[in-house]
């Protein structure tokens, strides 16, 4: 009898010290994959059953933005919880993995954690007692993949499903007394969007519908709509086109010929089909662009089946917090561009469905204004653990539970400094209400003033306008308050951005 009360006992301690009743956290992120390519987000271009999914089981929620839209800063944030001013990666700069992050508290608290996939910060992933990350960008295919202990190339394999596998595997293998957080990051749907042979097969032949703002003619707007080198017009590669070098070109020129961006097209070598210029081009480029873009996230969505059915069949969902996001939004020919770092809608806003058996009410949104700064709180908070108050965000625990404080954020900051980048765009910050944005291009000293009730397409600066007085007044005082209460100094605005952090793994090159 004694022995069985000691048991008992003991077996209640091991599940209070060593998770129990603690949730697992699944995390799985995209990039670049816009809200508006998911059909639970009301997809025009493409249906997504498994992402749905999510939104059918957890919540939806509707108005989740970046703080930084551009890769390795959000990434850098997702994991510190912090801003880029003060996480230290405000463009594609090396994250100091000595830096706390929510893995590495996790972990401390006796989560088993996990990192599969892109990383892209530049250093070794640390909290992790398993990762396997992408160098760099990685590849689509015949993968590389860097763990703590060496390095797996993986020939013959697509990088979307090995993504995958390797999720499955560490689920399978994790220790079975205590919680897991694992951070699943896909490559896709990043440029230059080369999918499997199926599902580029799947897309091949289908017709996109272009959005209301392709042939945007930025009348109104700032020069730096004018003078970005993200459209798809002008500014898609042969290589992200899929065009075909000739077969006598020299290896040499290979590159550099892919590299072009065309302004001519001839669609088949017998020359019985036109050249294409002009407008007929723009709009085949932007098939061509669309068609591989979202036949790399069919192969995700596929992945996040794989994965759901896992949970069910290991037993897991019940316990386990199933997140989709994306590393930031993208711009699918809206505005005629491609690629993100604008403050726009479509590339502010990250798709983010959870699924919390037990906890979040089935099929429930939100429109309550969350930033990625407020991911690590939330999966701390969730694990019952405090929130550090170096921490900039808060926990949408409450929020998803359906119970958003009546003191919830009604605005947000938001800061770019890629200048002039990849793509020339141009460095701004600004402040999104529910209502408006006013945006600040700091180096041009140009504003932008957008009314989203009556213009949610933001094609219409109101900046300077007769009758704008009073409202930009207010925005402008509520972004000083942002920027204050968010402690930006402004000690990166003059930043010179690196074109990439370093691929590979520091400790792996023995560099
Ligand atoms: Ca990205």
């Known amino acids: 009898m004694g022995r069985l009360v000691l048991t008992v006992a003991l077996s209640t301690l091991a599940s209070l010290t060593l998770g129990g009743d603690r949730p697992n956290i699944l995390f799985i992120m995209a990039d670049d994959h816009a809200a508006h390519a998911i059909s639970a987000y009301g997809s025009h271009v493409n249906q997504t059953p498994n ?127 205590k919680p897991f957080f694992v951070m699943v990051h896909h490559k896709a749907p990043h440029r230059p969007w080369e999918p499997d042979a199926a599902h580029r097969a799947q897309f091949a032949n289908r017709w996109i519908p272009e959005p209301e703002t392709f042939w945007d003619s930025y009348a109104t707007r700032t020069d730096a709509l004018h003078e970005n080198q993200q459209r798809v017009a002008d500014d898609l590669t042969r290589r992200d086109l899929k065009l075909e070098p000739p077969p006598d070109l020299p290896d040499a020129e290979r590159a550099s010929w892919l590299a072009e961006k065309p302004t001519t097209v001839t669609r088949a070598p017998d020359g019985q089909t036109p050249t294409l210029t002009g407008e007929a081009l723009a709009r085949w480029k932007y098939q061509r662009y669309m068609q591989d873009y979202l036949a790399t996230i069919q192969c995700v969505d596929d992945g996040v089946g794989r994965l759901l059915a896992y949970l069910d069949s290991g037993g897991l969902a019940k316990d386990t917090i199933v997140i989709y996001t994306s590393d930031q939004g993208f711009f699918l020919g809206d505005h005629g561009l491609f690629d993100k770092r604008f403050m726009y809608e479509e590339s502010l806003r990250m798709p983010f469905l959870v699924r919390w058996p037990g906890v979040i009410k089935p099929g429930t949104r939100s429109d309550a204004m969350a930033l990625n700064v407020d991911f690590a709180p939330t999966f701390l908070d969730a694990a019952g653990l405090a929130v550090p108050a170096d921490m900039q965000g808060r926990s949408l625990v409450p929020v998803v539970r359906g119970r958003t404080p009546a003191d919830w954020r009604t605005s947000m900051y938001y800061r770019y400094y890629h200048d002039p980048g990849d793509h020339n765009t141009r460095a701004h910050y600004g402040v999104r209400t529910r209502t408006h944005k006013l945006i600040y291009f700091w180096k041009k000293d140009q504003w932008e003033l957008f009314d989203l009730v009556n213009d949610p397409s933001e094609l219409h600066n109101l900046y300077g306008q007769p009758g704008q007085v009073e409202l930009t007044k207010m925005l402008k005082a509520e972004l000083r308050r942002l920027k204050q209460a968010v402690r930006d100094d402004d000690q990166f605005a003059d930043e010179q951005p690196p074109n990439g952090v370093d691929g590979p793994v520091a400790k792996l090159r023995g560099k």
């Not at 990434?75 to 880029?84: D, F, H, M, P, V």
């Not at 608290?109 to 992790?128: E, Q, R, V």
């Not at 993986?154 to 990088?159: A, H, I």
């Open 51 to 177: 992402i749905d999914h999510l939104a059918r089981e957890g919540m939806l929620l509707e108005s989740v933005f970046v703080t930084n839209s551009i890769c390795t800063p959000s990434r850098a944030t997702i994991l510190t919880g912090q801003y880029s001013h003060l996480n230290g990666v405000p463009v594609f700069n090396r994250f100091d993995s000595s830096r706390m992050t929510v893995a590495k508290l996790l972990q401390q608290a006796g989560y088993y954690t996990g990192m599969i996939g892109k990383w892209h910060l530049g250093s070794d992933p640390a909290g992790f007692d398993r990762w396997e990350i992408l160098p760099g960008q990685g590849a689509y295919t015949d993968p590389v993949f860097y763990t703590a202990t060496g390095e797996r190339r993986y020939t013959g394999r697509y990088v979307t499903d090995v993504i995958t596998d390797l999720a499955i595997d560490f689920l399978k293998t994790r220790p079975k007394d």
